[in-house]
C-alpha cells in the first residue's frame, strides 16, 4: 500500500439514470429551477440541478445515512 496522505480517489464515472415523473413533479422541479435563479443569478436546469438535490436529501435523512455507514 503507498504511503501517502491522500487515499485513492473513488470512482467518479458518471451513470445515467433516465426517470419518468408525473406532471405535478415536471412543474414543481421547473419552480424550483426559477426559484433557484432568482435567489443565485445563476440559471441552471432541472436536469443539473436533480443531482445535487438528491445528494442533498440522503444526507439529511439522518437514519439512512446510520444505517448506511453500517
Do not use: C, H, W
Request: proline share 7%.
Amino acid at each position: 500500500m503507498p504511503d501517502l496522505k491522500l487515499a485513492k480517489l473513488p470512482d467518479r464515472r458518471p451513470v445515467k439514470l433516465v426517470i419518468q415523473v408525473l406532471p405535478d413533479l415536471d412543474a414543481a422541479l421547473a419552480d424550483y429551477a426559477a426559484a433557484y435563479e432568482a435567489a443565485y443569478g445563476t440559471k441552471e436546469s432541472v436536469t443539473d440541478l436533480i443531482p445535487s438535490m438528491l445528494e442533498s436529501f440522503l444526507e439529511s435523512d439522518r437514519s439512512f445515512m446510520r444505517n448506511r455507514r453500517r
